[in-house]
């Protein structure tokens, strides 16, 4: 095995940690973040549309999927990258 191949899969095992920790640790937020339909639309589709167009989607106000996008962040479900948030788990 190559030290390229080795140091590739030790990133993917601490990566795989890291997501395991992180599922702990934010799962019961996530869980009650996620009670409502509209909300769970939000996270599902984070990441792939903007603001304007989760609103055309749920109903929402552009306003309120914006604070709720700061709330997740700020309790570490999502982070921003850019103009953009990004979900760190994908719910399953």
Known sequence: MSEQTEVL???RRIEDLLVALLKREVSDVLEKELSDD???KIYALTGECTARELSEETGLGIATISRVWQ???NLGL???EGKKYRKLLNKN
């Open 9 to 11: 899969t030790c990133l």
């Open 78 to 80: 999502i982070v921003k």
């Open 71 to 73: 709330r997740w962040e």
């Open 38 to 40: 509209n909300m769970r």
